[in-house]
């Protein structure tokens, strides 16, 4: 609330409404940080075993392989994969940046299954499971997540859980830093930071490994 009343009197203050931002003086509140846990590979592996179509396996395995912004993902094209390279460039939902993302063997070989099985004309990458066949967008896609999430037992089933999965799990297999968050798409080193601290059976067996006599 804080930060939404913030905005607004700053907006309308430097549009002239008023003189003097009443927000200014207020200072920052201070919350903790909670370190939102990613997929397992058993949560991971139930949701794909309650797909009940290709195009949802391929959507699970886009998610994670690429680690790609929902917004960025309902964008694409089929024409935008380069199939020689396993690569796409999206364009950043934030930042407004292009980055290369990258198709894992499991990705490419689910994802080219999927356009293999459509009939449509439709350029989008992914599309309604019948017709008109029309693009997916953010809501289509989150809900048959949650659909998923329901029939699998897996709790806070989002396209965003994915994108944490991704990133978490490439930093606690030892991407460097400023790799990862390349890959995010992240402005700011602190936010992909997050993701590098998430994983505390690492920290502990690393403790070990570099301090125990």
Not at 14 to 39: A, C, H, S, T, W
Not at 94 to 102: F, L, P, T
Request: charged residues 30%.
């Amino acid at each position: 609330i804080r930060r939404y009343l913030s905005s607004f009197f700053a907006w309308i203050s430097d549009e002239g409404y008023i003189n003097i931002n009443p927000m200014r003086r207020l200072k920052k509140i201070k919350v903790p940080q909670k370190i939102k846990k990613p997929f397992t590979p058993a949560e991971r592996e139930h949701l794909r075993c309650s797909a009940r179509c290709q195009r949802d396996i391929a959507i699970m395995e886009f998610l994670y392989s690429t680690a790609a912004r929902i917004g960025e993902v309902v964008r694409l094209d089929r024409r935008d994969v380069d199939w020689n390279r396993n690569e796409i460039i999206i364009y950043g939902e934030k930042g407004k940046k292009e980055r290369k993302v990258y198709l894992t063997d499991e990705c490419a070989y689910h994802l080219r299954k999927y356009l293999l099985s459509r009939n449509d004309t439709n350029p989008a990458l992914f599309v309604s499971y019948s017709q008109p066949y029309s693009r997916l967008g953010k809501d289509g896609v989150e809900a048959l997540l949650r659909r998923l999430g329901r029939q699998a037992g897996v709790e806070k089933v989002h396209p965003h859980r994915y994108r944490r999965t991704a990133i978490t799990n490439a930093a606690n297999r030892g991407m460097p830093l400023q790799d990862a968050q390349v890959m995010a798409g992240h402005t700011n080193a602190n936010t992909t930071m997050i993701y590098f601290s998430s994983d505390k059976e690492k920290v502990k067996s690393e403790h070990k490994m570099f301090l125990a006599s």
